[in-house]
Nanobody
């Protein structure tokens, strides 16, 4: 099926930027939507951003809107999350997901990556 691998995580100070990338093992036209979720220690996994196959539809959580940008390069089967003006509250494991539609619910995605750690210090 589809394997997803995240990369680009790391430790930064508040106000700095990071760019995450998600690479898919194969191209899919059924689970073509992509999304980013994150999970902080002791917290539930929460929606961050989603993008449709064509990139014409994007959605962001209120907490990251205006700071994060999701994009994709279908020729390379990759999805990116540009994270600017990072805050300590952004500290979490970030997961890439693939599903049929660009929705904000966990149940809407069939395939998941293993996650990449993002740590933002004050």
């Amino acid at each position: 099926q589809v394997q997803l691998v995240e990369s680009g995580g790391g430790s930064v100070q508040a106000g700095e930027s990071l760019r995450l990338s998600c690479a898919a093992s194969i191209r899919t036209y059924t689970n073509s939507a992509r999304a980013w979720f994150r999970q902080a220690p002791g917290k539930d996994r929460e929606f961050v951003a989603a993008i449709s196959f064509g990139g014409d539809i994007t959605d962001y959580s209120d907490s990251v809107k205006g700071r994060f940008t999701i994009s994709r390069d279908n020729a390379r089967n990759t999805v990116a999350l540009q994270m600017n003006s990072l805050k300590p509250a952004d500290t979490a494991i970030y997961y890439c997901a693939a599903g049929v539609r660009a929705v904000s619910t966990l149940s809407g995605y069939r395939y998941w990556g293993q996650g990449t750690q993002v740590t933002v210090s004050s």
